[in-house]
């Protein structure tokens, strides 16, 4: 759990509701304002077994708004893509008859953004807010150590360049009591800005700051923030155009129920005739997600891995690389785990690195089993190779974890394919110390040998990831292997 | 408090060998006798620190215990522990081998009340409250170290304590870190792992290496790493894997460096974040002069095409300088050791041990003899060292494993075979699986005994106790309790005068006539209504069931003879329900294949037919309690007109009158 990014349809939602409901951290300019109308988000996801078309027809249902005749539209992917509208991911002011068109000639496809490719099942439509280029803004708000930084440019959009460089900035400190005055955020962060827009702005960014806070996000960038001077030219009305957010996961506890009513179908103003029946949330709203990057949507195997990793006060993680790769790492330890991947990585073998994954804070023997026996079907699925494939069962010296507990877990996925890992030309490499660690390798090594794998076995005296070097580049080692005089 | 002199621990638990009382092999531990002076500024643990765990970590903390006492501590290092849910007021410890008892206490302001000289705190708090509990604790002036071991803590909750904390001047470690080590002086809960790793890494014994480490595993990496390579650990921490850990790699090297003890500085630092750059800004401004050998992991994620949070929420690289190939590359040019790769670590390290052997700056000390520290009985268990006899046997059920297993039948088997209520009784009762009409028979049994009206012993005593007031289950104990002899127990007679009969051969005139003789009335026999002509309509069910169903009914075909027997003297002396159901689960012990004979007779004498009947009457007592409270009825009281008052005359005479029931006591 750390923070995460979050899909801009739930950014804007939580925002949208709690602009107005957060605890204020500072005196307004502007005498409180009414709570915000539903936001307009049809946020429409397209499952695999779903035609494109039927996910449409509901949404045209559950969004009565998207028919409303004359309404123009923008309609764009949700998948935590950066620069969208540089990759012609954007389809500004169209009718929904286009908007439609445009979702559905890209929904389900594979699309190639720089460097990464993926399916795109997420999109969000909302209506079009028609303005002048000069009336975008840019605003960022993230998190360090010693504070939260507020940045702030009077020109946002698209071509917004280098924001590090040309944006004002202001360091929010940590003690809400040394919240800046209004005076100071306006003359800090909007010189640039027409002095009229001011009270607007500064009650705005106060307002965003504090739902920053309360929600506890880690990461909120909208650009363009669009500001419309109203006719006489004395105030101005904000919209957040495009929004990208990170949330702090682990204040669920805290959070969870003021995510959750922002995201409620009351919130989204979305009759929940149609909607009634559903399973019952914990909250007034559905649990916030948090999905995984573009190009990296969750396999059936990491998604159920999360799940076991969700119900248990343990570590269970699994990323998956490279399906194709022909090294595979089943290790202990969040830092133990990450020094075999560089290892592996520094033997020139990054390519082939199949997966990433930990288990760590004492799993039981059967969470263990389930963990390895995930990670490996995921080795027995990936292509046959000439030159066969390499296991690694590695960990660190535990602190608290009994060895042989685990590793009967470990134990009882191996016995189960072993006739698989042998046909694969599996090579395993065992490493692992701390508590029992003597039972948990004799019996390994055992289990090894009696089920004909071909497996080495080592202690503390070996290196946490010097098996690597070994097992990948032939090196030599003195230390023995264990049990061995 | 105790107030008893220290003791020298080894004296009490080894002493004459001839121990008198268990309170013999109890260290008592007085408070320091006066308060000492304050360490110098670079020092967090010495060898008097004494500490707070915060939650109820027996196992830590006795780790810890262990630690001080192989350390040659002459005070543990836990001086209390704090459970906010505890009604406990002491845990009970080892130390060495005697044992010593911990005062536990529900409020902080208590523990810190009574314990002046703590200044250290381990926190297990779990990531939802240690907010509040750290926050509570950085009140108190006193706390100068808080180490945070919870997983999961709210960023912003992070950087709230550790804002706090800086401006109070205390020293948070963590959250989500094992802690910290400092051979000789101090151990903050698991860290180093168990005791055979902490004697392997030589952790009972002060070296020259100060180390800062992310991750807690990896720390006991690091232990073993250098144990290896040089003459040991002077001090180490893990911060945490978290994204604001409440210190930082510099803030531990900067103490390392002002302490002229430790020699080696050694930081693993980790793809994410920027604080190993302050390191490196702290050694070209010449604040760092020690040699300083680094490394950051994560050094792969250039590999990768797409980004994967690691295993350390704070592993994630937000921009170039974050990532561990730039970090290396970085602290190399400022002059720290870095290795090739990790692996090659223990090289470098050993190198520039060498050299300051070489150079006198380290003068190795003599190796003292490793010490012995006796094994958990637990842990010996489990490695399979010992063995005791158990206290306590059961074979009926077992909720031990992954599902709760009935004799040996996976709760889910139980549903998935539809056993039945009946079928969990064989289980559980028989430990075996009875054939399915068994099964039926004593679910037959249980709903023909649930229940005989209110007016019957039993139910009025759980009516008449419902109406008191009580609750259900008082209500149903009163009348379970009347079950006996008179109440329920025509069961167990019927089934003891039947087979009696039956095994010596009787025929049923001869049975009748013996008991006749002995003035003995058969149970089983006998209807207040019921008669041959008028049968009752319960024991036709259970005798059409047996008849259709048992391999046998040799019994009930006795009972039936002898109720001839008795219904030609009179019309309603009728085999009764009790008798039936008695004589057919004799039949069923019997002749049912699934027990031997010893057993069957074994079953009747534990009295499993007494347990059919206050199983099935317990559903009836139940009802009838219901059913008052239902109906909200009030205290009974019994009119006086329906007790006959024998011996007091009808005019009321006043006490101690003539009429006075009197008992004459013997002088």
Known sequence: ?485 | MPSVATLAPSSAANGSGKQLNVNDNIARFSAPSRPRSPPAEHTLFHPKTRAFVYGMQTKAVQGMLDFDYINNRTTPSVAAIIYPFGGQFVSKMYWGTSETLLPVYQSTEKAIAKHPEVDTVVNFASSRSVYSSTLELMEFPQIKCIAIIAEGVPERRAREILHIAKKKGVTIIGPATVGGIKPGCFKIGNTGGMMDNIVASKLYRKGSVGYVSKSGGMSNELNNIVSQTTNGVYEGVAIGGDRYPGTTFIDHMLRYQADPECKILLLLGEVGGVEEYRVIDAVNDGQITKPIVAWAIGTCADVFTTEVQFGHAGSLANSKMETAKAKNEAMKNAGFYVPETFEKLPEVLSELYQKLVADGTIVPEKEPAPPKIPMDYSWAQELGLIRKPAAFISTISDDRGQELLYAGMPISEVFAEDIGIGGVMSLLWFRRRLPAYASKFLEMVLMLTADHGPAVSGAMNTIITTRAGKDLISSLVAGLLTIGERFGGALDGAAVEFTNAVDKGLSPREFVDIMRKQNKLIPGIGHKVKSRNNPDQRVELVKEFVRRNFPSCKMLDYAIAVETVTTSKKDNLILNVDGCVAVCFVDLLRNCGAFSAEEAEDYLKMGVLNGLFVLGRSIGLIAHHLDQKRLRTGLYRHPWDDISYMGFGTDGVAPGGANRAMVDVKK
């Open chain 1, 1 to 485: 759990m750390s923070a995460k990014s979050v899909l801009e349809a739930d950014g804007k939602a939580i925002l949208n509701y709690h602009l107005t409901r957060a605890p204020a951290i500072t005196q307004s300019t502007l005498p409180p304002p009414p709570h915000n109308a539903p936001p307009k988000l049809a946020s429409l996801y397209f499952p695999e077994d779903v035609a494109p078309e039927t996910v449409l027809q509901t949404a045209e249902a559950t969004y009565p708004w998207l028919l409303a005749p004359g309404a123009k539209f923008v309609a764009k992917p949700d998948q935590l893509i950066k620069r969208r509208g540089k990759s012609g991911l954007l389809a500004l002011n169209k009718t929904w008859e286009d908007a439609r068109q445009w979702v559905l000639e890209r929904a389900g496809k594979p699309v190639k953004v720089e460097t990464v490719t993926g399916t795109l099942r997420q999109f969000l439509v909302e209506p079009f807010v028609p303005h002048k280029q000069e009336e975008e803004y840019y605003v960022n708000i993230h998190s360090l150590r010693e504070g939260d930084y507020i940045l702030f440019t009077h020109e946002g959009g698209v071509d917004v360049g280098d924001v590090d460089a040309k944006a004002k900035k202001i360091l929010i400190p940590v003690d809400l009591k040394e919240y800046p005055s209004n005076e100071e955020i306006a003359a800090t962060l909007l010189p640039d800005v027409p002095e009229f827009v001011h009270n607007v702005l500064v009650d705005f960014i106060n307002r965003l700051y504090a739902v920053y806070v309360d929600s506890q996000f880690t990461y909120l960038e909208i650009n363009p923030l669009v500001v419309i001077p109203n006719e006489d030219a004395t105030s101005a009305s904000v919209h957040f155009l495009d929004l990208a957010a990170k949330i702090d996961q682990t204040a669920e506890f805290e959070c969870g129920a003021k995510w959750a009513i922002a995201r409620g179908p009351a919130a989204l103003g979305i009759n929940t005739g149609a909607l009634g029946g559903g399973k019952v949330d914990i909250d007034a709203g559905p649990p916030l997600e948090f999905p995984a990057p573009f190009g990296r949507e969750l396999s059936k195997e990491e998604a159920y891995i999360a799940a076991l990793d969700a119900k248990t006060g343990a570590s269970l993680k699994l990323t998956v690389l490279n399906s194709n790769g022909r090294i595979w790492t089943l290790v202990a330890g969040g830092g133990a785990s990450v020094v075999y991947a560089d290892a592996i990585a520094a033997a020139g073998f990054g390519e082939d690195l199949a997966n990433y994954g930990e288990y760590s804070g004492a799993p039981t023997e059967t969470q263990t089993f389930h963990y390895a026996r995930t990670v490996i079907d995921l080795l027995l699925r990936s292509p046959m190779r000439e030159e066969g494939k390499v296991l690694f069962i590695g960990g660190g010296i535990a602190n608290f974890t009994n060895v042989a507990s685990t590793f009967k877990g470990v134990i009882r996925a191996l016995r189960e394919v072993s006739p698989q890992l042998i046909e694969h030309k599996t090579k395993i490499w065992v490493r692992r110390a701390g508590p029992n660690y003597q039972e948990g390798l004799k019996n390994i090594k055992a289990a090894g040998d009696e089920l004909k794998l071909d497996i080495k076995v080592y202690g503390p005296e070996m290196g946490v990831a010097e098996i690597v070097p070994v097992a990948l580049l032939g090196a030599t080692t003195k230390v023995k292997e264990y049990g061995e005089i």
